[in-house]
């Protein structure tokens, strides 16, 4: 079970870091503002550097790479360091590649993952109304610094995820932090890639 939670928690967090959005700019901005500017992004590419906090070790893990959404349904995870590790999702189909083996996932076998992953593909597409049966959505800030909470209410997600947030500035999706059920913690920075 530990191992599936730790799962869960990794594709959760590489789902919402592919949000980048465009904001809103009026006084009166809203997380309904927030939702319709991510329905329109037409996905990207970002890095990404990710500390976990693991009880058993004294110091946390961490790892960089690549991030990739391609609408409507396709997300990518390349982690390059410390090592070679490739996570795609397509759809309902999960690859993972890592030391020379590949394995394959339907996520319909996976009913806790597969809830996951929806509510994160909810907020990828801006689809407020998805979201919000599996969580509770809470917005702070302007479109200038901004944090979204996500607080569970599928009882299948909350039993491994008490809390998600997510914070920007601007058009640019920032951080991604994680807290587990157990205390296990993580934190995805995000930043752009130069054009090559």
């Known amino acids: 079970m530990k191992v599936r939670a730790r799962f869960i928690v990794v ?7 592919l949000g980048a959005c465009s904001l809103a700019t009026a006084a009166d901005w809203d ?7 991510l329905a329109q992004q037409r996905g990207g590419r970002v890095g990404f ?51 020379m083996r590949k394995y394959t996932l339907q996520l319909q076998q996976y009913p806790e993952i597969a809830a996951l992953v929806e509510s994160i593909r909810a907020t990828l597409a801006g689809d407020l109304k998805a979201l919000k049966q599996q969580y509770r959505v809470e917005l702070e800030g302007s479109p200038e610094r901004w944090m979204l ?36 913690s993580s934190v995805m920075n995000i ?5 090559q």
């Open 49 to 99: 550097v990710e500390k976990k906090f693991i009880a058993i070790l004294d110091r946390p893990v961490e790892s960089s790479g690549e991030l990739v959404y391609r609408p409507p349904a396709r997300l990518e995870k390349l982690t390059l360091k410390p090592k070679f590790e490739s996570l795609v999702l397509d759809r309902d189909l999960l690859v993972v590649e890592r030391e």
């Open 31 to 37: 997380v309904s503002q927030l939702m319709q500017s």
């Open 149 to 184: 909470t996500l607080l569970p209410s599928d009882t299948r997600i909350a039993a491994i995820v008490q809390r998600v947030r997510i914070s920007g500035a601007g058009d640019e999706l920032r951080q991604i932090e994680m807290l587990q059920t157990d205390g296990d």
């Open 191 to 195: 930043y752009r890639i130069a054009p």
């Open 11 to 17: 594709l959760a967090l590489w789902l919402l870091a």
